[in-house]
C-alpha cells in the first residue's frame, strides 16, 4: 500500500460522465442522478484500510443525506487481478454487509476514475445541483491507526464530519469554504500501463 491523498480536483469542475455496471445488475450513468439536489461521488475498494475505517460512519452518514435528496454513488477502480478481495462479485458482497443504500460501480477500465483525477480510496466528491464540483477531499479528519503491515485498528471512530458540514452547507444554498483537505488513503491499484500523470 502507498500511502496517498486526493488530487484535489480544481472546485467548479463539472462531474465528468460516466457509464458503469453496478452490483446490482445495472447500468448507471450520470444522468440516472439528474433529480438528486447533491451527488456525492466515492472511489472505494473493498479491502482498503481506511475505506474500511469510515464504512459504519459512512452508511449511516448516506442513509441521513438519501433522505434529504443527496444521492450517492461509490466506485472501485482496483486492478482486481492483482488485487482480487475488490473482484465485482466480492464488491456485491461487500455492499451487502454493510447495508448501504447507493449503487456500488466497477470502473473495470479506470478511465472514470482518471476522468475524476482519482488517486486514493476513499476519493470523495461532491457535486452541487448543477454538477459542478462544490467540494473534494476528506470524510473527517480521523485515520485508522497502523498496526503492523496490512493490520489497522479504529482507535478514533469516523464521524464524516468533515462530508456533512459541506453536504449542510450547500443545502441550505450557503457559501462553501474552499479551503477543504484531501483525503489520505491506499492509492488506487492501477494496471499497468494505466498509471495517470497525476499520481
Known amino acids: 500500500m502507498a500511502l496517498t491523498e486526493s488530487t484535489m480536483m480544481e472546485l467548479g469542475s463539472f462531474a465528468p460522465d460516466f457509464s458503469l455496471p453496478s452490483t446490482d445488475g445495472e447500468q448507471l450513468s450520470l444522468a440516472d442522478f439528474k433529480d438528486a439536489k447533491l451527488l456525492v461521488v466515492l472511489f472505494i475498494c473493498n479491502h482498503c484500510p481506511y475505506v474500511i475505517h469510515i464504512a459504519p460512519a459512512l452508511k449511516k452518514l448516506s442513509d441521513t443525506y ?76 480521523s485515520r485508522p491507526t497502523r498496526i503492523s503491515s496490512g493490520n489497522y485498528r479504529s482507535d478514533n471512530q469516523a464521524t464524516g464530519e468533515s462530508l456533512a458540514k459541506a453536504l449542510d452547507t450547500l443545502l441550505a444554498g450557503d457559501k462553501i469554504n474552499t479551503t477543504q483537505y484531501p483525503s489520505i488513503g491506499c492509492n488506487i491499484k492501477w494496471k499497468a500501463g494505466n498509471e495517470p500523470d497525476y499520481v
Open 66 to 141: 438519501l433522505a434529504k435528496s443527496v444521492a450517492f454513488v461509490a466506485i472501485s477502480s482496483n486492478d482486481v487481478e492483482h488485487y482480487p478481495a475488490d473482484s465485482f462479485e466480492l464488491m456485491a458482497k461487500e455492499k451487502a454487509k454493510r447495508a448501504y443504500q447507493f449503487p456500488y460501480l466497477y470502473d473495470q477500465e479506470q478511465k472514470v476514475a482518471r476522468a475524476y483525477q482519482a488517486a486514493c480510496t476513499p476519493d470523495i466528491y461532491v457535486f452541487d445541483e448543477t454538477r459542478k464540483l462544490a467540494y473534494r477531499g476528506e470524510f473527517d479528519g
